[in-house]
């Protein structure tokens, strides 16, 4: 099963605390700002992914990333480059976030956070803007990705899934 929201290395969820999302509409075009706040409940460090979709027609145009006092904001580079970066930072102990689009599917998006503290929070705005589609009736239609926020499950508990 394809997890989204952000997960250790091992893809197990870290918990969702709060979600906000702004979005404006002009003309035919939506500009969605998405905010997603995480706490690390565990006693260690965890290396954690941040995996989000968007539809294949959206582009973003800004994202960020705040853990603890930590803020940083994306910078394009190339793709060498910010992974030479991304591992020099993590090597030399300090906070690093790289995002890259999946290999898997070109609407997946994942960033690598780096080591989260225990009991730190992290903090991920994503800025996009897409084209919104026309109904039948003229209406504009918006569909906002509901996979960030996972419903509750007990530990111990399996879920299937019927296709």
């Given at each position: 099963?394809?997890?989204?929201?952000?997960?250790?290395?091992?893809?197990?969820?870290?918990?969702?605390?709060?979600v906000e999302?702004?979005?404006?509409?002009?003309?035919?075009?939506?500009?969605?700002?998405?905010?997603?706040?995480?706490?690390?409940?565990?006693?260690?460090?965890?290396?954690?992914?941040?995996?989000?979709?968007?539809?294949?027609?959206?582009?973003?145009?800004?994202?960020?990333?705040?853990?603890?006092?930590?803020?940083?904001?994306?910078?394009?580079?190339?793709?060498?480059?910010?992974?030479?970066?991304?591992?020099?930072?993590?090597?030399?102990?300090?906070?690093?976030?790289?995002?890259e689009e999946?290999?898997?599917?070109?609407?997946?998006?994942?960033?690598?956070?780096?080591?989260?503290?225990?009991?730190?929070?992290?903090?991920?705005?994503?800025?996009?803007?897409?084209?919104?589609?026309?109904?039948?009736?003229?209406?504009?239609?918006?569909?906002?990705?509901?996979v960030l926020?996972?419903?509750?499950?007990?530990?111990?508990?399996?879920?299937?899934?019927?296709?």
């Open positions: 099963m394809n997890r989204c929201g952000l997960l250790t290395a091992q893809k197990k969820p870290i918990p969702l605390q709060s999302v702004e979005l404006q509409v002009k003309d035919h075009v939506a500009t969605v700002i998405s905010t997603l706040n995480y706490q690390n409940k565990e006693d260690k460090p965890v290396e954690a992914v941040f995996v989000f979709p968007l539809p294949g027609d959206a582009a973003v145009c800004h994202f960020s990333a705040k853990i603890g006092q930590t803020h940083i904001v994306a910078e394009l580079k190339g793709k060498q480059q910010a992974r030479e970066e991304y591992d020099d930072a993590l090597s030399s102990g300090q906070q690093a976030f790289l995002l999946s290999e898997q599917s070109p609407d997946i998006f994942s960033l690598r956070v780096g080591s989260l503290p225990p009991g730190e929070s992290a903090s991920i705005r994503l800025e996009y803007v897409i084209e919104l589609a026309v109904e039948a009736d003229e209406a504009l239609r918006f569909c906002l990705p509901a926020n996972p419903r509750y499950q007990p530990q111990g508990v399996e879920t299937k899934t019927f296709v």
